[in-house]
């Protein structure tokens, strides 16, 4: 097997984690937020990177050789905060526990130390990660090296490959270098060539590959002042390339041999753990491999047959089924082979022998054979893609798992095997490599991998069973998510029709429209400039037009969307640039987008619900997203009249509950007050409105009713008095005045509010009325923020948790429903709490009189459910 190098930029990670997080410190007052935050993610980087070999590399010191070539090099940078310093010799003796080697070389820097290494490691054909936030060693990706940039602080990361760097930066690995010595570096005091930024950069480097080769052609470059300048700055980005060249041959002492990583004695991690009072990581030490544990890649041998020859004796009628893919959409993607173990046998079925097959056909159709199985969704859609219509589905180790631990991010089988000890199946990076590198190995790699992960799946199905009964979510588990998810497939495989012609219509009017709007805003500033570039829109708004400057970046004016939204009435240049973002996004995301998903022989979309992602239970959607086609605008709910039933003659049927999460809350509050408003069918938001103003029904204005609007589901968000302040414009105080008042008004649902929170540090996790748990770790954090946020969680998770089972149960009453009744209609989508059917228009009438019933029905709460419904020849016209 490869080995896999893993390259750590320690200076890189533990910044990240300093200022990503608020400063923490322990019993004895040591300053740990860094530490944690890097800890947290070299936990990750173990478990999903599975390194052979690994070390962490730092700076020496402020001084390098680089200082000789330009003594003001990195001359800009703070001083590094005392409460961070303090932390560096912390995280060492971490790292130390850990058994992970850590390197510094005087003189230079840990670009350097990672750079030679890693090309060490590139020589001899291993397989190396570089992790930190650095852009400058994206200069080392090639085939064989991948560069994880950490974003957003240090809790994602992206993998830069070549063939990523190419789709998202438009340049190649040993480019970046050139871009840098163009466009200089602010925070390194790089001073480049001035009035060239990056895009300048690249476009030049698209049409001469290097910086030498721009000099050469310099005089036949055009742009006066962009010629001039790299004329006059010539020695300067020749010195700035020479300063941002990782030194790939410096001095390093360590060699490759010396930096095995076999995993850590969990005795030294823990004590330390505790000594720093990471309490929340401790139980993550019991995922993790350690020295006296199995090695992972050690396997008990494991007896298999690959058949060429599917016979009826090969089934039990009780069988684990696996079927690979390797790419996520499965939609499209090939099915690489198919495992089946039962208590006598362990199989690997080859694609097309599956296939030819009329015997195995038959099994999988046959619902009185029980099948376990791992995504149930996806194992529907891949046979149905093949015309195998799999039934007789009893156990998803998906969405066991998924309920069982809803904060995971990862519940594949060999992660769900880890959390059980069963450790006797690689990940499968191991065996296909990840991104461009990703490939199908050998058929009896291939099918030793497959059985392995189908044996885990069988070997598990009593244990999460039972787990499940002991959390009481059986129920949840086998009644409400298992029959969704088969519904869920049908529906994705069935697709939903797209009107091809209309949405390119509707691209071209948007594309008149952003350009009227881009003239009207180049009139009003006066003159021609590159509207979607923040560094020329800056200067207009800021400098020319004097408008107040509400934020500054590194990089000049900020010009994001809350900082424009501040200054709607100070111009009205402003409201036209906000419309020309949002139509762009339009035009970019939903109709481009669209038209890239839309299958070319059938004009239908097929989306991909996400079942086993949030934690609330909500469905999401993907490839392409159709819960979050915009509404407010009136150009993007007319995206929607391009949805189309898939027959002439049929209709678009819509159907959404009203104010469900209110309802809910006035349910699980008990709130007598909330309950009988909803019984004797009075708008809750005028209700709001006359409590919380103290004033009569007749007097309750629009903008009183538009405030107790955003009051209601604010507390159902559990929203604070800033959040709410925000939201409408008005004061802190008059927001807690707000916030008071309601509870003054609906004492049941202060007092549930602070039952759930009083519960939920009892237990640890809060429940739906149908048993969804969610976990809350820091619901006794001692940080303020996250206490807060867990609080808050408590409060609103049972009621969007439960409004989310709740639309889940009504789409499987429903689709029974349809059946029952010999109906042709048929579920396309769930979108938050609508449901989208087509149907013939002839159906119409029992739909009006089905749908809402079913819908209102679907549970028993102590207040009415109510389903409203439009219907036409589109999406649109049912809304």
């Known amino acids: 097997m490869t080995n896999k190098l893993v390259l750590i930029d320690g200076n890189s990670i533990i910044y990240r984690a300093f200022f990503a997080l608020p400063l923490l410190n322990n019993d004895k007052g040591i300053y740990t937020n860094a530490v944690y935050g890097f800890t947290t993610m070299l936990m990750r980087i173990l478990e999903e990177e599975k390194p052979t070999h690994m070390l962490v590399a730092f700076d020496a010191g402020k001084t390098t050789f680089r200082h000789e070539q330009y003594k003001e090099y990195k001359g800009g940078r703070q001083k590094t905060p005392p409460e961070l310093s303090e932390q560096f010799p912390v995280l060492k003796e971490l790292l130390n526990a850990f058994s992970i080697p850590h390197y510094q070389i005087e003189n230079y820097e840990a670009d350097d130390i990672i750079g030679t290494l890693a090309t060490q490691g590139q020589e001899r ?98 742009g006066k002042k962009l010629k001039e300048n790299l004329i006059t700055y010539k020695d300067n980005a020749k010195m700035s390339k020479e300063l941002v060249t990782i030194k790939c041959d410096s001095p390093v002492e360590v060699t490759l041999e010396d930096l095995p990583y076999k995993g850590f004695a969990k005795n030294k991690v823990t004590s330390i753990f505790k000594d720093l009072g990471f309490q929340s990581l401790l139980s993550r030490l019991d995922h993790q491999q350690s020295d006296n544990e199995e090695d992972h890649h050690e396997f008990k041998t494991i007896d298999f047959t690959i058949v060429d020859h599917i016979t009826k004796d090969l089934f039990s009628g009780e069988e684990a089924l696996y079927v690979e893919m390797l790419t996520d959409n499965y939609h499209h993607a090939p099915i690489e082979g198919i495992g089946i173990v039962n208590e006598k046998i362990s199989i690997f079925i080859p694609t097309d022998v599956a296939l030819k097959s009329n015997i195995f056909k038959q099994w999988a159709e046959d619902k009185s054979m029980t099948k376990y199985v791992f995504d149930a969704k996806k194992t529907v859609v891949a046979l149905l893609n093949k015309d195998i219509h799999l039934r007789g589905i009893s156990f998803d180790m998906l969405l066991a798992s998924y309920l069982l631990n809803p904060s995971e991010n990862h519940h594949d089988i060999p992660a769900v095997g880890q959390r059980y000890g069963k450790k006797e199946v690689l990940f499968d990076e191991e065996v296909y490599g990840k991104g461009a590198k990703m490939k199908v190995p050998e058929q009896s790699v291939l099918a030793e991998h497959i059985v392995r992960k189908t044996a885990i799946l069988y070997s598990l199905i009593d244990e999460m069973n039972k787990q499940l009964k002991a959390n009481k979510q059986y129920m949840l588990f086998k009644e409400l998510e298992m029959p969704l998810a088969l519904i869920l497939g049908k529906m994705e495989h069935y697709g939903i029709k797209v009107d091809v012609a209309r949405l390119q219509e509707m691209g071209s009017e948007l594309s008149f429209r952003l350009e009227e ?221 707000f916030i008071d008042r309601y509870f003054d008004s609906y004492p049941g649902v202060k007092t549930y509010m602070e039952e759930i929170v009083q519960e939920a540090k009892h237990k640890g996790y809060v429940n739906t009325l149908m048993n969804r748990r969610r976990y809350l770790p820091d619901i006794s954090s001692r940080n303020f923020n996250r206490r807060s946020f867990a609080e808050r969680t408590a409060m609103n998770t049972p009621i969007q948790g439960s409004a989310a089972d709740i639309i889940k149960k009504a789409m499987i009453d429903l689709h029974e429903k349809l059946i029952d009744e010999q109906l042709n209609a048929r579920m396309l989508l769930q979108v938050h709490d609508e449901l989208i059917i087509e149907a013939p228009k002839s159906e119409l009438t029992q739909l009006k009189e089905i749908v809402p019933m079913v819908m209102e029905n679907t549970v028993n709460l102590d207040v009415p459910l109510k389903a409203d419904y439009e219907y036409g020849y589109s999406w649109f016209d049912a809304k």
């Open 517 to 737: 709007i881009e003239k009207e805003v180049y009139e009003l500033a006066g003159e021609v400039f590159n509207l979607n570039s923040p560094k020329q829109l800056g200067p207009i708004l800021f400098e020319k037009l004097n408008l107040p400057v509400i934020k500054k970046t590194k990089t000049g004016y900020s010009t994001a969307a809350d900082v424009l939204e501040k200054l709607e009435n100070e111009h009205e240049i402003i409201p036209k640039i906000l419309l020309y973002r949002q139509l762009g996004k339009l035009q970019s995301t939903y109709i481009e987008g669209l038209l890239k998903v839309v299958n070319k022989n059938t004009n239908k979309i097929h989306t991909r619900f996400n079942q086993a992602l949030t934690q609330t239970g909500r469905l999401s959607s993907i490839e392409p997203n159709l819960q979050n086609i915009p509404i407010r605008l009136e150009e993007g709910r007319k995206i929607r009249q391009a949805f189309i039933p898939s027959k002439k003659g049929w209709i678009i049927f819509a159907a959404d509950y009203s104010q469900i999460e209110l309802r809910v809350l006035a349910h699980i509050a008990k709130d007598k007050k909330l309950i009988a408003a909803f019984k004797d069918n009075i708008d809750i938001h005028t209700q709001t409105a006359m409590d919380v103003f103290h004033v009569d029904k007749a007097d309750v204005t629009s903008n009183m009713r538009r405030q107790a609007k955003a009051v209601n589901f604010g507390i159902v968000y559990g929203i604070s008095d800033y959040g709410l302040s925000q939201n409408l414009g008005i004061s802190r105080k008059e927001a807690k005045q």
């Open 125 to 222: 054909n291993w397989d190396v990660t570089i992790i930190s936030g650095d852009k400058d060693l994206l200069q080392l990706v090639s085939d064989s090296v991948t560069v994880n940039l950490t974003k957003k602080g240090i809790s994602e990361v992206e993998q830069f490959t070549p063939t990523h760097m190419e789709e998202t930066m438009n340049i190649s690995p040993h480019q970046i270098i050139d871009m840098k010595a163009l466009m200089g570096d602010n925070s390194d005091n790089i001073p480049g060539v001035p009035g060239i930024g990056q895009k300048t950069a690249i476009k030049l480097l698209k049409q001469y590959k290097t910086l030498e080769e721009i000099y050469v052609n310099v005089n036949n470059i055009s």
